[in-house]
C-alpha cells in the first residue's frame, strides 16, 4: 500500500512582477509504500528542499497532487495545515531545530503539549524512545549543553514521539561529524526496521546508501532511481557514486 | 543631490531599521521640545512680568534639569537597544574589509543624521508648543495671559548646547562598544545565547523583604516630619526591592509555575513559560524599570493633582479670614484684657476709616514656645537639641498656650478647665499621654482632645506638629514666663491674633490691607504703648497670588515630568517588545515548521504578554497603595487638614487613566511584536 503518492508536481517561482519565471519542480512522480526508506538525492538547486517544503505542507504547488495517506495535501486549509504537520508528520532538519529555551524533554514533548496530550501519556511515550535512541540521561539538559549527535537524536526522538506516518529528514546528517552520522543512520536504520516510513533529502551519498531506494532529481524531475534489492550498504554506496558521476557528467539515462 | 559614502550608508542604516529608530526619534524630539519648553519659560523669561512666579521659575528650572539628566539615562538605555540590533551589520562591514574607523565614520553621520532631525523637529515642535504651555502655566496659577507668540533664543541655545552633549555622549558610547569588539562578536551578538537563569532565592527572599521593610516603614510613619526622610529611604528600598523581585522573583515564579505539569504543558503556557525564564534576568530589570518609572508617575501626578484641586482649602488654611492680624507682645502684662481692647479699637479705627465693617471675627491670645515632647515631658532648653536625630527630631513641637475663654470663643465650644487642666488639640500629630509637663511646678492634665481645628498662621508655615493647650489663663505658665533662651530672650512668645472677614471686593481689601500697614508698621509710638515688638499683617487676597502659584506650579511641573516618564514607559515597553520579538522570531519558526499553527502562536503569545506585562501595573498600584499614608503625611506639610478624600480620588482616578493607557500601550506593542514573529515565514 503506497503511503505517499506524488504525482504531476510543479512548482514555478515568478518575480513580483511575474517578468521572469523559474520553475523549481518540472514534474515529479513518485509513490512511497508503507515502511520503505526512501533517500531523495540531488544537487543544490535541483528543487529537493522545494519538493520537501511541499510534502511538509509548508509551501504549496503550482500544479500536481501530493496524496499523504489517501489525503489530498494540497487541499489542506492554511490554517489547518499546521496541525496537520503536527500529527502526520515528523521532522529532523539538518540544523536540528530544537529550541534553545526548552530542555531536551521539553523539546521532544512540544508536538504533544500542541495536540493537547496528557502529561501522564507524554511520559509514557517519551520512555520507550528515549530508551531507543540512547538519550534517557540528557533530557533534563538544554541544547546548548550536548553535542551536536545528542541534540540530532533528540530532534528524531521529537519527530517519533508523536508516531507520525511518515518522518521527512532534511539533510539529517548535515551538521555531523562522522562518527555522529554513522550513529544516526543506523538508528535511522533501526527505526525504519520496527516499520516506520522514513523520507530523507540528502546529498550525502553514505547517508542514502543506509536507505531502501534512491531517487535522484536533476532540474526539478525524479531522474533515476536504485533499488537496494540485496545490496550491502557498501554496495548501493557504490552504485549510487557511479549514478552521481553519471549524471554530473551529463549521460541521458542509464 | 548626490550624498557621499558615508552619510549615505548611515541614513540607509536608520531607513532600514525605521522599527526601531522612528520611536528613538520620536523619543529625543520629544525630549528636546520638553527641554525647550522648559527653557522658553524659565531662562526665556516667558514669565518675567507674571507676578508670583519666581518660585515656579526655580522649580521649572530644577525640573528641566531633571528632564536633562534622565535624558542622558534613559537614552542611554535605549540607544544599547539600538546598538544591539546594528553590531550584526557592522560586523558584516568589518568581515567585508571595513575598519573599526570606518565604522566610526558611519556612526558618526548616524549620529550627526539623529541629532539633526531631533533638533529641528524637536525645537520646531517646541516653539509651537511653548505658547500653549504657557497660556497652560498662566491659567493654571490664575495670572494673566497675553497672546504674542515669541521664539527664545536663549532657550534655544541652551537646548542644543545640553543635547549636542548628550548626542555626543551616545556616540562615544557606540564608538567604544564596537572598538571592543571583534567582527565575529559583532555579528554573533544578536543571538548571543544566554543560559537560562537559576533561579536566586536568596535574592528573591530578601527583595521580598526589602519591600516589605519600605511598606512597613510607609505605613507606619506618624508625623509627617519624619516622613520626610523616611520617604526617600523607602523609595530607595522600594526601588532596589522592585529590581531584586522581579528580576529573582520573576525567575522563581515561572520556575514554580514549570513546577506545576498541569499548568506548565498546556499548549497555552508551555511556550510561554519556558521562554519567559528564560530571558527573565533582563526581562526582569526592564520590568522593574517599567514598573518605578509608572510608580513615579503615579505618585507625581496623584499628590500634585490632589494639592492642585485642594489649593482653596489650603489658602483658608493658611489665611482663615480675609485679614489676619497678629501683634507679637513684649510679655504677657500686654495680654491683659484693656490693653488688647485698645488695640482692638485702634484697628476698629482704620476699618472704620475705610468702610469695612469686620465679619467673622475670631480673635485669641496666645502664648507658643517649642520644645522636645517625650513621655508627656517637654524639654524646653534649645541646647538639649543641639544633638538631635531625626527621631528626636520628630518629637519637636510646637506648644500654643491659649487662654480657655479664648479657646471657646474660637472654636465655639464651653470647656471649663481648673488649674493644672488643659484642652489639647493636636495637629500633624498625635500623642498618647495624658500629661504634659514643662517643669516640675507647670504641668497639664489633659481632659479632653477635641479635632477642632484652629486655622493659625503659625502651624500652617512651618513644619513641625502643634499642639493647642487651651488652660485656665496665661498667668498659670508660672515660672515658663520668667525663663530664657542662650540669647537671653523670654522662650515664651506671646501674641495677640485678630482674624476678620470684610465683605469688601479685592480692591477695598487691598486698600484696608494698605492702610493698616501704614498705621502699625514703623510707628514708634503705637508699638511703644500697646508693648508690640512686630506684627504681621497679612490680607488672603494679597497673598493669594503668590499662593496659588506654588500649586499651580507644584502641578504644572508634576504634569512636566509625568509626561517625560511616560513617554520613557512607553518606550521602554515598546523596545522590550520588539527586541523579544527579533529574539524569538527563530523560534517561532521552529515550532511552526513542529505544528504550530498561528493561533496558537498568537494565544500563546498573549499568554506571555498577559503574564508578563500587567505585573509592572500591579506592582506599581501596590506601591502606590502602600506609600499612600506616607504620601499623605508628606501633603499635610503643605496643608495642615488632611483631605483624605481629595487625595483619595485623584490617586484613584490617577490610577485608572494610567491604566487604560497601558492597556492601549499594551495593544499597540503587542501587535508590534506579533508582525516581527509572524514575518518569519
Known amino acids: 500500500m503506497s503511503i505517499l503518492e506524488v504525482s504531476n508536481l510543479r512548482k514555478v517561482y515568478s518575480s513580483r512582477f511575474g517578468t521572469s519565471t523559474v520553475a523549481a519542480l518540472k514534474n515529479v512522480n513518485f509513490t512511497v509504500e508503507a515502511g520503505e526508506y526512501v533517500a531523495i538525492m540531488g544537487e543544490s538547486g535541483s528543487g529537493k528542499t522545494t519538493l520537501l517544503n511541499i510534502l511538509a505542507a509548508l509551501d504549496k504547488p503550482t500544479g500536481g497532487v501530493v496524496r499523504l495517506d489517501g489525503l489530498e495535501l494540497t487541499k489542506i486549509h492554511e490554517s489547518a495545515a499546521a496541525s496537520f504537520r ?3 508528520l515528523g521532522f529532523v532538519f539538518q540544523e536540528f531545530n530544537l529550541l534553545d529555551t526548552f530542555t531536551i524533554q521539553d523539546n521532544i514533548f512540544l508536538p504533544l503539549v500542541l495536540s493537547g496530550v496528557a502529561h501522564r501519556d507524554m511520559e509514557a511515550r517519551l520512555a520507550p524512545v528515549a530508551r531507543d535512541l540512547g538519550i534517557m540521561e540528557l533530557l533534563k539538559k538544554y541544547p546548548y549543553e550536548v553535542s551536536g ?30 562518527k555522529s552520522t554513522d550513529e544516526l543512520l543506523r538508528l535511522f536504520a533501526k527505526v525504519n526496521s520496527t516499520g516506520q516510513t522514513i523520507l530523507m533529502v540528502t546529498h550525502s551519498v553514505k547517508a542514502a546508501s543506509s536507505a531502501g531506494r534512491v531517487l535522484f532529481i536533476k532540474d526539478g524531475e525524479v531522474f533515476h532511481q536504485i533499488y537496494r534489492g540485496r545490496d550491502s550498504d557498501s554496495q548501493l554506496y557504490q552504485k549510487i557514486s557511479d549514478t552521481l558521476t553519471l549524471l554530473a557528467t551529463g549521460g541521458d539515462g542509464v | 543631490m548626490k550624498l557621499g559614502f558615508y552619510p549615505r550608508l548611515a541614513s540607509d542604516g536608520i531607513r532600514k531599521n525605521r522599527r526601531m529608530y522612528l520611536p528613538y526619534l520620536m523619543t529625543t524630539t520629544a525630549m528636546v521640545a520638553m527641554h525647550y519648553i522648559i527653557g522658553y519659560l524659565t531662562v526665556g523669561g516667558a514669565l518675567e512680568n507674571v507676578p508670583g512666579t519666581a518660585f515656579i521659575t526655580s522649580l ?43 565604522i566610526g565614520r558611519i556612526l558618526l553621520w548616524e549620529s550627526l543624521i539623529t541629532a539633526l532631525i531631533s533638533l529641528t523637529a524637536g525645537l520646531l515642535i517646541g516653539a509651537l508648543l511653548s505658547k500653549a504651555a504657557e497660556l497652560m502655566l498662566i491659567n493654571l496659577i490664575n495670572g494673566e495671559v497675553n497672546y504674542v507668540l515669541r521664539v527664545s533664543p536663549a532657550a534655544a541655545v541652551v537646548t542644543i548646547s545640553v543635547y549636542s552633549g548628550i548626542f ?59 516622613a520626610v526622610g523616611a520617604f526617600f529611604i523607602a523609595v530607595v528600598m522600594v526601588i532596589v526591592g522592585t529590581y531584586m523581585v522581579m528580576i529573582s522573583g520573576s525567575v522563581l515564579f515561572c520556575r514554580i509555575l514549570q513546577r506545576n505539569k498541569r499548568y506548565y504543558y498546556n499548549p497555552r503556557h508551555f511556550v510561554s513559560v519556558s521562554s519567559m525564564v528564560y530571558r527573565m534576568k533582563r526581562n526582569g530589570a526592564g520590568l522593574a524599570s517599567i514598573c518605578i ?7 507625581m501626578i496623584s499628590s500634585t493633582t490632589s494639592l492642585y484641586f485642594g489649593q482653596r482649602s489650603a489658602l483658608r488654611e493658611r489665611y482663615p479670614r480675609e485679614l489676619n492680624l497678629q501683634f507679637y507682645m513684649k510679655d504677657a502684662s500686654y495680654l491683659s484684657d484693656e490693653n488688647v481692647s485698645s488695640l482692638l479699637w485702634e484697628v476698629e479705627a482704620v476699618n472704620t476709616a475705610q468702610g469695612i465693617t469686620a465679619q467673622n471675627v475670631y480673635g485669641y491670645r496666645a502664648a507658643s514656645v517649642s520644645g522636645l515632647l517625650e513621655d508627656g515631658e517637654v524639654e524646653l532648653d534649645s541646647s538639649a537639641l543641639s544633638g538631635f536625630n531625626l527621631s528626636t527630631f520628630s518629637s519637636v513641637y510646637r506648644f500654643i498656650f491659649m487662654p480657655i475663654e479664648d479657646f471657646n470663643g474660637v472654636a465655639g465650644t464651653d470647656y471649663t478647665v481648673g488649674p493644672g487642666e488643659a484642652v489639647a488639640c493636636v495637629f500633624r500629630s498625635e500623642i498618647d499621654c495624658d500629661t504634659i509637663s514643662f517643669t516640675d511646678d507647670v504641668s497639664y492634665r489633659i481632659v479632653a482632645k477635641p479635632d477642632t481645628f484652629i486655622p493659625n498662621p503659625g502651624s500652617s508655615m512651618e513644619m513641625i506638629p502643634t499642639i493647642i493647650l487651651a488652660v485656665s489663663d496665661l498667668d498659670s505658665l508660672g515660672e515658663l514666663r520668667d525663663m530664657r533662651d542662650y540669647n537671653g530672650f523670654p522662650i515664651l512668645q506671646y501674641t495677640w491674633n485678630y482674624n476678620y472677614d470684610t465683605g469688601a471686593d479685592a480692591e477695598a481689601q487691598t486698600r484696608l490691607y494698605d492702610a493698616l500697614r501704614d498705621k502699625f508698621t514703623s510707628n514708634p509710638t503705637l508699638s511703644e504703648f500697646f508693648g508690640f515688638t512686630g506684627r504681621s499683617i497679612e490680607c488672603r487676597e494679597v497673598e493669594s497670588q503668590d499662593f496659588l502659584s506654588l500649586y499651580g506650579g507644584l502641578f504644572y511641573v508634576g504634569i512636566v515630568l509625568s509626561i517625560v516618564f511616560s513617554c520613557a514607559a512607553v518606550l521602554i515597553i515598546y523596545y522590550k517588545q520588539i527586541s523579544e520579538g527579533y529574539e524569538d522570531e527563530s523560534r517561532f519558526e521552529i515550532m511552526k515548521k513542529v505544528g504550530m499553527t498561528d493561533r496558537e502562536i498568537r494565544r500563546s503569545i498573549n499568554s506571555q504578554l498577559l503574564t508578563v506585562f500587567y505585573l509592572p501595573l500591579i506592582f506599581a498600584a501596590m506601591h502606590l497603595i502602600f506609600a499612600f499614608p506616607l504620601i499623605k503625611k508628606l501633603l499635610s506639610l503643605l496643608q495642615m487638614i488632611n483631605n483624605l478624600q481629595l487625595f483619595a ?21 503587542s501587535n508590534a511584536y506579533y508582525r516581527i514573529v509572524r514575518g518569519a515565514r
Not at chain 2, 554573533?188 to 527583595?207: H, I, T
Not at chain 2, 518609572?293 to 505618585?299: A, D, F, I, K, Q
Open chain 2, 60 to 102: 521649572l528650572y530644577t525640573g528641566g534639569w531633571v528632564v536633562a539628566v534622565f535624558s542622558v539615562i534613559f537614552l542611554f538605555y535605549t540607544n544599547s537597544f539600538l546598538i544591539r540590533r546594528r553590531k550584526r551589520e557592522f560586523g558584516l562591514y568589518n568581515i567585508l574589509g571595513m575598519g573599526k574607523w570606518n
Open chain 2, 293 to 299: 518609572l509608572s510608580t513615579m508617575v503615579l505618585v
Open chain 1, 149 to 178: 549527535g545528542q541534540k540530532q537524536r533528540a530532534a528524531v526522538a521529537r519527530a517519533l514521539i508523536t508516531n507520525p506516518k511518515i518522518i521527512l529528514a532534511d539533510e539529517p546528517t548535515g551538521a555531523l561529524d562522522s
Open chain 2, 649 to 669: 480620588i485623584t490617586t484613584g482616578l490617577s490610577l485608572g487613566i494610567f491604566a487604560l493607557l497601558y492597556m492601549l500601550v499594551y495593544r499597540a506593542t
Open chain 2, 168 to 226: 555626543l555622549l551616545l556616540l562615544l558610547n557606540s564608538l567604544w562598544q564596537i572598538r571592543s569588539s571583534t567582527a565575529i562578536s559583532l555579528l554573533r551578538s544578536e543571538n548571543y545565547g544566554e543560559r537560562p537563569p537559576r533561579a536566586n532565592w536568596l535574592v528573591g527572599v530578601l527583595g521580598v523583604l526589602i519591600l516589605g521593610a519600605a511598606y512597613y516603614i510607609a505605613v507606619t510613619i506618624r508625623d509627617p516630619l519624619t
Open chain 1, 86 to 88: 503536527r500529527d502526520n
